[in-house]
């Protein structure tokens, strides 16, 4: 059974930094391109980063490039998301995909970060 | 950047009546189409990729169908699960990925 567990996320204030990490198991964690996608309190879902199977290819939303950091370490099955100069639009719940079949096949719950002075 | 536009925004129907959902882009994605499906307090679950394509364990009572900037995801007869927050998500053209603004299936 595929599983993702995000874990990390916090209340931190604005200009902070926070890493953000997800357990993977059930699968062949390093045959897999990963994602991080958000969702603010009570709106839609936004693409933030993914990053290549191997880390040697890495994609970021406009909104985040320059302050996050995605990452993965094959070894330890998880992924990684470095947070740095954090604004409160960043507020939100984090999830960790699985890319599979041009889609998300598999998400993990999501660790809420909040950005709030 | 691909724009993703979902309506109805909101759709009230009862169960066993038929949903017909659209999602349309502002250019073509082939058929790099998916559709979610959201709960509240959980996270989204892949219904349909690649336009037409059931996910794993998905009842034949999802369906999906369109090509270049129109598509449709369709829910034959609705039973109370159904009732949900539904997106569209493309991968054609990337980065980025983008997701449409969701539609509302509530109970009527």
């Known amino acids: 059974e595929v599983q993702l567990v995000e874990s990390g996320g916090v209340v931190v204030q604005p200009g902070g930094s926070l890493r953000l990490s997800c357990a993977a198991s059930?699968?062949?964690?390093?045959?897999?391109?990963m994602h991080w996608v958000r969702q603010a309190p009570g709106k839609g879902l936004e693409w933030v980063s993914l990053?290549?199977?191997?880390?040697?290819?890495?994609y970021y939303a406009d909104s985040v490039k320059g302050r996050f950091t995605i990452s993965r370490d094959n070894s330890k099955n998880s992924l990684y998301l470095q947070m740095n100069s954090l604004r409160t639009e960043d507020t939100a719940l984090y999830y960790c995909?699985?890319?599979?079949?041009?889609?998300?096949?598999?998400w993990g719950q999501g660790t809420l970060v909040t950005v709030s002075s | 950047e691909i724009v993703l536009t979902q309506s109805p925004a909101t759709l009230s129907l009862s169960p066993g009546e038929r949903a017909t959902l659209s999602c349309r882009a502002s250019q073509s994605v082939s058929s790099y189409l998916a559709w979610y499906q959201q709960k509240p307090g959980q996270a989204p679950r892949l219904l349909i990729y690649d336009a037409s394509n059931r996910a794993t364990g998905i009842p034949a009572r999802f369906s999906g169908s369109g090509s270049g900037t129109d598509f449709t995801l369709t829910i034959s007869s609705l039973e109370p699960e159904d009732f949900a927050v539904y997106y569209c998500?493309?991968?054609?053209?990337?980065?980025?990925?983008?997701f449409g603004q969701g539609t509302k299936l509530e109970i009527k």
């Open positions: 059930g699968f062949t964690f390093d045959d897999y391109t």
């Open positions: 995909a699985k890319e599979g079949g041009n889609a998300f096949d598999y």
């Open positions: 990053i290549s199977w191997d880390g040697g290819s890495t």
């Open positions: 998500q493309q991968r054609s053209n990337w980065p980025p990925w983008t």
